[in-house]
């Protein structure tokens, strides 16, 4: 399969497998909203394009703008998979929080912690020439660690879904790798980054992209509740 269409068609596969799980998880409107919410991150694809990475496009959008489809069709479906795979084969059920207890005082600087994400990455954008995808894995990690402050109880939850989510993006991009071979070597900026992106010829996911979205996956854990 031609390179061209390597990031249109995994992202494709990733929304088909958000649908599968979508049908079995007991949680679809937390899935749907997460996703909504995550789908307009594709339109930061500027930020890393080409500072991070630079895929062939359909239509060739992110070569002529920074903009393309793929980005959105990714973060939709890593947004709900993101809030949802550490839950499946669990009998625990979720439950609001009791309106008191939002009233306490562990929580006075939620609002702050769920902000401080963006804060953090803009701050680290304008007073660093770090590559984005390091600003956005800190400002990630700051917002979880300042969530889990606030919600302590949920610390289990985002270590979990980290673990799990981490496996499962890298087994993601190993496939995507083993399908189309070298296209990380041809198209991510590995002299703007750690350049560590394999563990075996086979499996050669971006240390950087993992640990960022390690970190996405800790926030989703805290924030989905």
Not at 28 to 36: A, F, P, V, Y
Not at 108 to 116: D, E, G, I, N, P
Not at 144 to 165: E, H, N, P, Y
Request: aromatic residues 14%; proline residues 5%.
């Amino acid at each position: 399969m031609p390179m061209l269409y390597t990031y249109m068609t995994w992202s494709t596969l990733l929304v088909v497998l958000w649908g599968v799980v979508f049908l079995f998880t007991r949680n679809k409107k937390k899935m749907l909203t997460m996703s909504l919410g995550t789908a307009p991150l594709g339109l930061t694809e500027p930020l890393f394009y080409p500072e991070y990475w630079s895929p062939p496009t359909l239509f060739g959008l992110g070569e002529a703008y920074g903009f393309d489809v793929e980005s959105i069709l990714f973060s939709f479906a890593v947004g709900g998979l993101a809030s949802t795979l550490y839950e499946l084969g669990s009998t625990a059920k979720t439950k609001s929080m009791p309106g008191d207890r939002k009233l306490g005082r562990e929580h006075r600087f939620h609002a702050w912690a769920l902000t401080s994400p963006v804060l953090v990455f803009v701050l680290l954008e304008l007073t660093t020439s770090l590559n984005p995808i390091y600003t956005a894995s800190m400002a990630l990690l700051t917002g979880a660690v300042s969530t889990v402050v606030c919600r302590v109880d949920l610390l289990g939850s985002a270590i979990k879904g980290a673990a799990i989510f981490s496996l499962f993006y890298f087994v993601f991009f190993s496939a995507m790798n083993w399908s189309h071979p070298n296209f990380v070597d041809l198209y991510w900026n590995n002299a703007a980054i750690s350049g560590l992106t394999r563990i075996s010829h086979r499996s050669p996911a971006s240390l950087a992209d993992c640990a960022g979205y390690r970190h996405y996956r800790s926030l989703a854990a805290v924030t989905d509740q």
